[in-house]
């Protein structure tokens, strides 16, 4: 039985639907990644599931138990659902104690406090007030706090948006393991695809309401099914190509991939940085028009004769100036996506 | 870091699946008691012009008689023209007080602040017999230069001129409070841009500062107009005839259809008002569009201009606050040493005697002033949580009534009650409930407006959380959002105290059988030019009014670090 379940969830806002057919599982214990993009019905499809909207259709069982279908909605409080938001919401007229006891039964509270707050890290804080604790220490009291009382599934709103960037990866790794330690069912949102890869057992890329993939990490980033989820997850530029018998004709030269469509079908390549090699060639096929330094490497813009831009990344060491002549061409490694309209033929 | 594997694993609390009527479905109990209780107050509102308007109705040749009458019409233009003049009035005094004391190296400009908004707490019919006995013909100020000048006597002080200067005098505080704190909110990038564009600092002020406070200066305007439309007590001791006036006059007639139908007109000319003050609120809010925090600004150097600065704030000082505080310690001073007429005072033989005589009185105003506040604040709370909480057309609805209710003098409201109560709830007629219920009437715009400002500043996934929590949402509003909103409900009700404390045509007219308040007091003296005995009265007033005020200043330099 999946610790949650989404059926054809539908909600609409003022006349603009935002979340349209939105249908899912979780395992016990599995976290599951809503990805997409500002305005894509993520935060939406969580504030459903928390019973904080109420769905126009579709049905969301939470444990095997109904708490929204057409007639019923059960109200938040007795949906069993911790959540955690971007701005953590720590009760700020509380103590550090009170608001991860804020819900449990009072005979409870010291007991569960004390194992709650060992857990995340924070003992011996019980007594502080929100505004003396730092920013990663207030996550980890609103994750205390969620998980004191035994949800049966806990919502992630965008937890990591408000930490520098420092921080932030050290509090993904953490609440992943405590979330991995306590065994706890999420939903985790957000916008950045590096954070729902890492995060995430499933990855769900959303767009305009919908899912578009559902899948492991791995699964999405290597097999996107279509163009957006290509596009969203990594910096994929779209070659255009025509398929001849032996193989796609692309302006980076022959592709050796046998699609199984008719010759002259014009497709899409994805392409990421790592997919291009990149060499100087006075009479090469391309120019370097722009160049990203990100640190570990360079990524090199490069206009091809025809007009297309595609990227490539080399190491930190190899410093081409802008300009330079040179020849690109796809690497072997693995077969690339390939497209026809939106999407993908080959995965 | 540790981490230990979690112990129990319990579920929360025992499932139950409801199925309710599908228009019951967003509420739950606690939202069905917020509606209810909006639903009454709303309909407690709205009975006001109701009545005024069936008494017209039934009344109508009376009513028809009164409104055809040339002197309507003198009265409506009397209204019209002091409003204007004293709004006109105000924004020349205020605008400039309000930069001297933001934005210049003016001295000492933090406490000039303070003194120069005070004159807010000041009654307006004590302002006005504070300077009725100073400035007629034969005052004190004649008396006093009379032996070295010679005059006569003085300009006329009653009507007009004592109206405007006693209503700009106390009202102005209004338009310099608003420009004061969009002054305070300016970016000062603003004028910095227009410097770096080539423009002088004197025409930048004109050509961006000056627009950019339009907005606060309209908005103070428009406050000040409507005091001016809602005022009983200065014009009614002045005797200049605006409509509050001529109301009450038609009134203690016993000609109620005329009373009713003259409300009528002034309630259409303040809805006009409000209107107006609506629709430039919608477009009045210029935000700081850059983000991040605004720099201070850098204050203007005043230079040559301190001393002539000086002199104006000081001089608007002087006239508004000392004059009106002089003159209440000369009366006070006067009436101790002639024991406060103490005929007057039930027989009271002597100063402690008559001061004694005064709790009473005191006791009346402070108690029914502080239940109804604490009315007021308690019943405008569902209001603003549903407009805060639960945009839509209800919660819109319920909000432009309260909102409208500004638009209800104390004089109009304290007729529609007589009305009311002389026909179908005479033993209602004249107790403290009725007077508290005109009393919620008055002041819950102002009672809604602080709370939904406070709830603004709770963040919904404050409530969300709790609820996901397992807590219902009356535990939730008990347990997060009433703590997280008492310091502005209690900042409200003080304020809603203060203006409850000075109240005077509802608190005279709806005030219960025998029961004496200090403003009505202070009214029956000054109608009979006791000045003396006013003073002492008035001072408990001021003094009384003040307190809650005054504790919250200091809780809240008290907690300022936090």
């Known amino acids: 039985m999946p610790a949650l379940l989404c059926q054809n969830l539908t909600k609409s806002f003022a006349n603009q639907p935002v979340v349209r057919g939105v249908s899912f599982t979780v395992q016990p214990g599995d976290i599951l990644a809503l990805l997409g993009p500002s305005g894509c019905g993520k935060t939406t499809t969580l504030r459903l599931i928390a019973g904080f909207e109420q769905a126009d259709s579709g049905l969301i069982e939470i444990d095997g138990d109904v708490v929204a279908d057409g007639r019923t909605h059960i109200p938040p409080e007795k949906r069993r659902a911790g959540i955690v938001f971007q701005d953590y919401a720590i009760f700020p007229h509380l103590s550090v104690a009170d608001n991860v006891g804020f819900g449990l039964p009072r005979r409870e509270r010291p007991s569960r406090v004390a194992e709650m707050l060992e857990f995340v890290g924070l003992a011996g804080m019980e007594e502080r007030m929100p505004h003396e604790l730092s920013g990663g220490q207030q996550q980890r009291v609103a994750l205390a706090r969620a998980l004191a009382p035994d949800p049966a599934v806990l919502l992630l709103d965008e937890p990591f948006s408000n930490l520098d960037a420092a921080l932030r990866l050290e509090m993904r790794q953490e609440v992943r393991h405590l979330l991995k330690a306590s065994h706890t069912t999420a939903v985790f949102v957000t916008h950045d695809q590096e954070e729902a890869l890492f995060m995430g057992d499933q990855v769900a890329v959303m767009n305009d309401g919908r899912i578009e993939q559902l899948g492991t990490p791995e699964a999405t980033f290597h097999r996107p099914r279509t163009r957006f989820v290509a596009d969203f997850l990594g910096n994929t530029d779209f070659v255009p190509g025509t398929v001849t018998a032996d193989g796609i004709e692309t302006p980076l030269g022959l592709l050796p991939q046998h699609p199984n469509l008719p010759p002259g079908t014009a497709v899409t390549i994805a392409s990421r940085p790592d997919d291009v090699i990149l060499t100087p060639d006075e009479k090469g096929n391309g120019r370097i028009v722009s160049r990203r330094f990100i640190g570990i490497a360079f990524i090199s813009g490069v206009a091809l004769a025809d007009g297309t831009i595609v990227h490539s990344w080399q190491s930190h060491m190899t410093n081409l100036a802008q300009g330079t002549a040179v020849h690109v061409r796809f690497g072997d490694e693995h077969d690339l996506v390939v497209f026809v309209g939106d999407t993908a033929v080959n995965v | ?562």
């Open chain 2, 1 to 562: 870091m540790a981490v230990n594997e979690l112990s129990s694993v319990r579920p929360l609390q025992p499932k139950s699946i409801s199925f309710k009527p599908n228009w019951l479905r967003h509420w739950s109990p606690f939202q069905a008691i917020l509606v209810g209780s909006a639903v009454l107050v709303t309909a407690l509102i709205l009975l006001v012009p109701a009545y005024l308007l069936l008494r017209t109705v039934t009344g109508w040749e009376n009513a028809a008689q009164t409104l055809l009458r040339l002197q309507t019409w003198q009265v409506l233009g009397n209204t019209v023209i002091l409003a204007v003049s004293v709004t006109l009035a105000t924004a020349v005094l205020a605008v400039p007080l309000a930069w001297l004391t933001t934005c210049t190296t003016l001295p000492g400009r933090r406490l000039w602040s303070i003194l120069v908004a005070l004159p807010l707490v000041i009654p307006s019919y004590v302002a006005a017999y504070l300077f009725a006995s100073l400035l007629t013909p034969k005052g004190l100020l004649q008396q006093w230069l009379y032996p070295a000048t010679g005059l006569e006597r003085l300009p006329a002080f009653y009507g007009f001129p004592g109206a405007f200067l006693v209503l700009t005098i106390i009202s102005y505080p209004f338009t310099y409070l608003t420009v004061r704190a969009a002054f305070k909110r300016m970016d000062p990038a603003l004028t910095e841009a227009a410097r770096s564009l080539g423009v002088s600092p004197r025409r930048a002020f004109f050509r961006v500062t000056l627009p950019y406070l339009r907005p606060s200066i309209l908005a103070g305007s428009l406050l000040v107009s409507l005091y001016v439309l809602r005022d009983f007590g200065a014009v009614t001791m002045l005797q200049y005839s605006t409509f509050t006036r001529i109301i009450y006059n038609r009134y203690t007639g016993y000609r109620l259809d005329a009373a009713a139908a003259l409300a009528l007109v002034l309630v259409a000319l303040t809805a006009v008002i409000l209107i107006f003050e609506h629709k430039s609120r919608g477009r009045a809010r210029y935000g700081r569009t850059s983000i991040g925090a605004a720099r201070r600004q850098q204050p203007v150097q005043l230079g040559k201009w301190t001393i002539p600065a000086l002199a104006f704030v000081g001089s608007v000082v002087f006239v508004a606050l000392i004059v009106p505080a002089g003159g209440l310690i000369y009366w006070f001073w006067r009436g101790w040493q002639q024991d406060f007429g103490v005929k007057m005072l039930d027989g009271a033989s002597s100063n402690t005697a008559a001061l004694t005589s005064l709790l009473e009185p005191a006791w009346h105003s402070f108690s029914a002033s502080f239940l109804g506040a604490v009315l007021a604040m308690t019943l405008a709370l569902p209001i603003a949580i549903l407009v805060v909480r639960r945009p839509g057309r209800l919660s819109q609805f319920f909000e432009k009534v309260t909102y409208a209710s500004f638009a209800l003098p104390g004089i109009v409201v304290a007729l529609a009650f007589v009305f009311f109560g002389i026909n179908y709830a005479t033993s209602f007629y004249q107790t403290l409930p009725m007077l508290l219920l005109a009393y919620v009437i008055l002041f819950i715009p102002q009672a809604v407006g602080a709370e939904r400002a406070s709830l603004m500043q709770v963040s919904p996934h404050l409530e969300e959380a709790g609820r996901s929590l397992g807590q219902r949402p009356s535990s939730v509003f008990r347990r997060i959002t009433l703590p997280l909103v008492r310091p502005g409900i209690i900042a409200g009700g003080a304020l809603v105290f203060l203006t409850a404390m000075k109240e005077l045509p509802a608190t005279l007219i709806l005030s219960p059988l025998g029961a004496n308040f200090l403003s009505a007091q202070i009214w029956t003296n000054i109608n009979e030019a006791f000045f003396a005995r006013a003073a002492a009265p008035t001072l408990l007033l001021i003094l009384l009014s003040s307190i809650p005020l005054a504790w919250m200043t200091l809780r809240e330099k008290n907690n300022g670090k936090r």
